[in-house]
């Protein structure tokens, strides 16, 4: 059987978003934050890379003439996690969920048999996650993107449990993609909050995933982890040293921290191909999903290229190429 070669780690930008928060109360403040963690120069690059890159972002007919000269078949769309918001107030935030939502489902209804769409939910509002995630899905989204903490949250945090519960009864998938990075303005030069600081944002938010006993609770959740799961699954062998030396480390998870690889996704989007290869080989070639960050500089202009460039077997490229992808997203070409 052949299957389409499907991008899951695609965004479109939603303009009506940022023109709603535009002077709420804490968005300047906000912004500040993240003017602060990203210094200026990556502020002065970041601005015009964006503009340039508009069409690709808000338009259907753009977005197709590109993905047909990378040779992807499907895209999935998630929002631009410049548009999470987690500062927002509860009534703000209900207000950005269902915007970001119900435009991200109009702009796959351009192009329905191409494009499959993810939403939003206010990750800071614990109480409200259950039914943003129920108002993705009534609006055909395939599931939501969060990031990989909110203010004073970590994803281990027990408010969130009513949330993994909805998600894995209802087969959502949950795209973990960070935005902004914790370690603050020690990143602030060098495009450091982007090339340490994602990587660095996966790593930790799975781990609260693993070693908090999560995916032992919730063992259906579908989880994509953007970025290639980050520093984690290269280095999962100090977290399993950590579980099986000290108590303290394995006292939430019931298996070796690497054996949650085999039930986690993961993005092809790490820049290397021995370290995708090695990607594959710890997780599964079954679990690895081709993915480019559409339509950014830290992506890939051509993810099939960097794809083969790995050297898999050819089975495990059919499978990370579209294979994996069309069975988690219920995904078949016309």
């Known amino acids: 059987m052949t299957y389409p070669t499907i991008d899951v780690h695609a965004h479109v930008l939603l303009p009506e978003i940022e023109a709603f928060v535009a002077g709420l ?11 602060r963690r990203n210094g ?21 007919a753009v977005r197709l003439a590109t993905m047909d000269a990378q040779g992807v078949d499907v895209q999935v769309v998630s929002p631009s996690p410049s548009h999470y918001h987690y500062w927002a107030d509860e009534e703000t935030a209900e207000k950005v969920y269902r915007l970001a939502n119900e435009a991200t489902a109009a702009h796959c209804a ?11 939910v206010p990750l ?16 055909g989204l395939s599931g939501v993107e969060i990031s990989s903490h909110a203010p004073g949250r970590e994803l281990s945090d027990p408010a969130y449990e009513p949330f993994w519960s909805r998600a894995e009864e209802t087969g959502s998938i949950l795209f973990l993609h960070p935005f902004g990075c914790t370690l603050d303005e020690r990143l602030d030069r060098w495009y450091l909050s982007n090339t340490v600081g994602q990587p660095t944002e996966n790593a930790v938010a799975l781990s609260h995933l693993i070693f908090s006993g999560v995916l032992d609770r919730h063992p259906g959740l579908t989880i994509v982890a953007a970025h290639g799961g980050g520093y984690l699954p290269t280095h ?25 690889l085999e039930r986690l996704y993961f993005d092809t ?12 080989r710890t997780a599964g070639a079954e679990r690895v999903l081709l993915g480019s960050d559409f339509p950014f500089d830290m992506g890939t202009e051509d993810p099939l290229g960097a794809l083969r460039a790995a050297g898999l077997t050819e ?12 069975a988690l997203f219920d995904i078949t070409l016309a």
Do not use: F
């Open 25 to 35: 109360p804490g968005h300047a403040e906000a912004k500040d934050l993240d003017a």
């Open 124 to 139: 800071q509002h614990p109480g409200h996650m259950v039914r943003a995630l129920e108002h993705a899905l009534e609006q």
């Open 269 to 280: 989007l790490v820049h290397d191909p021995h370290v995708l290869r090695e990607l594959v």
């Open 315 to 326: 089975a495990a490229l059919d499978a990370v190429r579209g294979r994996n992808a069309a």
């Open 110 to 120: 351009g192009a329905p048999d191409r494009l499959r769409g993810l939403g939003l």
């Open 40 to 60: 200026a120069a990556a502020l002065a690059v970041s601005g015009p890379m964006v503009r340039e890159r508009l069409p690709r972002l808000t338009d259907v």
């Open 236 to 260: 999962i062998g100090r977290s399993d040293h950590a579980w099986s030396a000290r108590s303290d480390a394995g006292a939430g998870c019931v298996h070796p921290p690497s054996s949650y």
